[in-house]
T-cell receptor
Framework: GAVVSQHPSWVICKSGTSVKIECRSL??????MFWYRQFPKQSLMLMAT?????????EQGVEKDKFLINHASLTLSTLTVTSAHPEDSSFYIC?????????????FGPGTRLTVT | GENVEQHPSTLSVQEGDSAVIKCTYS??????FPWYKQELGKRPQLIID?????GEKKDQRIAVTLNKTAKHFSLHITETQPEDSAVYFC??????????????FGRGTQLTVWP
């Protein structure tokens, strides 16, 4: 149980285009999902908290107009990188957890490696 | 907000030896502490977690200890094997309504187990 999938696993796009990344909870419902960015040999940097049915909460320094998050259902959150630039190239990874109430374990998707040329 | 410090950043051990990774946290409201293992190019995988009402938890060769008073927790791996080589991340999660479920991560420890 507690499986999180992500699609695509890797994508190459041209500068100026937009890319959508999907994060799905396969065997549980998730009212909250988290989006991270990870640079090589670095820790996970939280970008935003995705809330089902409401606006995402962005971390300080993350451009909400550039990184659009939509959490349209209890099993799907999407991250769209708009007008991508080479500096947006990174490993994007989501997490979600089946816990309700106080605290629960978070499980990560396999990640999406984005390369902007 | 919460601040998690993790040490050491790199750790090399001989196969069969033990490895210990230590983390400290700043927010006394944190009460959930998971550990993740991340192999190169792969997702972080939850290997063990502990909640603040427990001082120690063990799962085969892996154990985690928590000292709430001192605000630190540690990961212990015994009888290490080459396949334990990976980056290990500690995290802390405060129980507050607006940040429920959010994890604050340490910088990671690159563990290398030499055969």
């Amino acid at each position: 149980g507690a499986v999180v999938s992500q699609h695509p696993s890797w994508v190459i796009c041209k500068s100026g285009t937009s890319v959508k990344i999907e994060c799905r909870s396969l065997d549980f419902q998730a009212t909250t999902m988290f989006w991270y960015r990870q640079f090589p040999k670095q820790s996970l940097m939280l970008m935003a908290t995705s809330n089902e049915g409401s606006k995402a909460t962005y971390e300080q320094g993350v451009e909400k107009d550039k990184f659009l998050i939509n959490h349209a259902s209890l099993t799907l959150s999407t991250l769209t990188v708009t007008s991508a630039h080479p500096e947006d190239s990174s490993f994007y990874i989501c997490s979600a957890g089946p816990g309700t109430g106080v605290l629960g374990a978070q499980y990560f998707g396999p990640g999406t490696r984005l390369t902007v040329t | 907000g919460e601040n998690v410090e993790q040490h050491p950043s790199t750790l090399s051990v001989q196969e069969g030896d033990s490895a210990v990774i230590k983390c400290t946290y700043s927010d006394s409201a944190s009460n959930y502490f998971p550990w993740y293992k991340q192999e190169l190019g792969k997702r972080p995988q939850l290997i063990i977690d502990i909640r603040s009402n427990v001082g120690e938890k063990k799962d085969q060769r892996i154990a985690v200890t928590l000292n709430k008073t001192a605000k630190h927790f540690s990961l212990h791996i015994t009888e290490t094997q080459p396949e334990d080589s990976a980056v290990y991340f500690c995290a802390a999660s405060p129980y507050r309504g607006s940040t429920l479920g959010r994890l604050y991560f340490g910088r990671g420890t690159q563990l290398t187990v030499w055969p």
